[in-house]
């Protein structure tokens, strides 16, 4: 089975520049994705695709990848970004089994 | 709008069977795109990955969990379940419906969460 890394914790104060990283070697050859969860709710994805934004999450979230790492950075922080950020790939087979990075806390200080 | 909703006993005793049901609707069950799959979360920990399932019955599982988790849908209801069995106070968590969207290209097929249900928090105690 494939990992995802990604570090526990980022912290930044309003108005600065997030980037959370998620490295594993399956994203060398399969999109990354990310997932935004606040206290008492489900995920909701943020990025797909390695870099895609779904309409409705704001523009200052935006994602990218290069080799085995992608990373999520969220440009002008707001106190209400403060969730927990999962990323999430799959298996280099192309078999549909799903890999989860640990999270990462993001504290808006 | 797709919508996913759990359904199942919050309370489970130790050694016996979890049994949870996600119910589809806004959506097709039987679709070539989609897989229907399981998530769940121990409190104040990380997500992790149960299991997908496809229209036709075709599973996958977390090879960690591959020896008690069953998986079954009902195209006709448009429902998903999963079966966990002999659990222990670890398998006390939210645990969430997920539809596992696919897509392909030059990389071959991949797969992502989209939408997830609220969640239904199972608690394992005597």
């Known amino acids: 089975s494939y990992e995802l890394t990604q570090p526990p914790s980022v912290s930044v104060s309003p108005g600065q520049t997030a980037r959370i990283t998620c490295s594993g070697e399956t994203l060398s050859k399969k999109y990354g994705y990310w997932y935004q969860q606040k206290p008492g709710q489900a995920p909701l994805m943020v990025i797909y695709k390695d870099s895609q934004r779904p309409s409705e999450i704001p523009e200052r979230f935006s994602g990218s990848g290069s080799g085995t790492t992608v990373t999520l950075t969220i440009t002008g922080v707001q106190a209400e970004d403060e969730a927990d950020y999962y990323c999430q790939s799959t298996d280099i087979s192309g078999s549909p089994h799903m890999v989860l990075g640990g999270g990462t806390k993001l504290t808006v200080l | 709008q797709v919508q996913l909703q759990e359904s199942g006993p919050g309370l489970v005793k130790p050694s016996e069977t979890l049994s949870l049901s996600c119910t589809v609707s806004?959506?097709?069950?039987?679709?070539?795109?989609?897989?229907w799959g399981w998530v769940r979360q121990a409190p104040g920990k990380g997500l992790e990955w149960i299991g997908n399932?496809?229209?036709?019955?075709?599973?996958y599982s977390s090879p960690s969990l591959k020896s008690r988790v069953t998986m079954s849908i009902d195209t006709s209801k448009k429902e998903f379940s999963l079966m966990l069995n002999s659990v222990t106070a670890a398998d006390t968590a939210v645990y969430y419906c997920?539809?596992?969207?696919?897509?392909?290209?030059?990389?071959?097929?991949?797969?992502?969460?989209?939408?997830w249900g609220r969640g239904s928090l199972v608690t394992v105690s005597s």
């Open positions: 806004g959506a097709p069950i039987d679709s070539i795109s989609y897989y």
């Open positions: 997920v539809r596992s969207k696919r897509d392909y290209d030059a990389n071959g097929y991949y797969y992502w969460f989209d939408p």
């Open positions: 399932i496809y229209y036709n019955g075709n599973t």
